[in-house]
């Protein structure tokens, strides 16, 4: 069985940075693609950013596109979301998403993605 593990959430000031980490347990995931989601309070789960398996192409959503970085380190097994210049309304509980297929138009969607994480709290204060 395969588990998710993020971590990095946390509380920080509006235009501050965070960097989470997602890395799964159980099995190597570098053959996947991967993808972040969150979810803010009385809002529906939504998607952030995906990332190829070979880390050559990604894509984000046009709220975190300038702001936000996805990346891994396939040595690792870890997948990353840098998180710069945040806002009070990127608020929400993060979760990581895997594969098993990369698709170039419906990427966005969360039943491309079989593994998923518990989730990591970020809170943005203003």
């Known amino acids: 069985q395969v588990q998710l593990v993020e971590s990095g959430g946390g509380l920080v000031q509006a235009g501050g940075s965070l960097r989470l980490s997602c890395a799964p347990s159980g099995r190597t995931l570098t053959a996947y693609p991967m993808a972040w989601f969150r979810q803010a309070p009385g809002k529906e789960r939504e998607f952030v950013a995906t990332?190829?398996?070979?880390?050559?192409?990604?894509y984000y959503a046009d709220s975190v596109k300038g702001r936000f970085t996805i990346s891994r380190d396939n040595a690792k097994n870890t997948v990353y979301l840098q998180m710069n210049s945040l806002k009070t309304e990127d608020t929400a509980i993060y979760y990581c998403?895997?594969?098993?297929?990369?698709?170039?138009?419906?990427?966005?969607?969360?039943?491309?993605?079989?593994?998923w994480g518990q989730g990591t709290q970020v809170t943005v204060s203003s």
């Open positions: 990332i190829r398996s070979n880390g050559g192409t990604t």
């Open positions: 998403a895997a594969g098993p297929i990369w698709y170039t138009s419906t990427y966005y969607k969360e039943s491309r993605y079989d593994y």
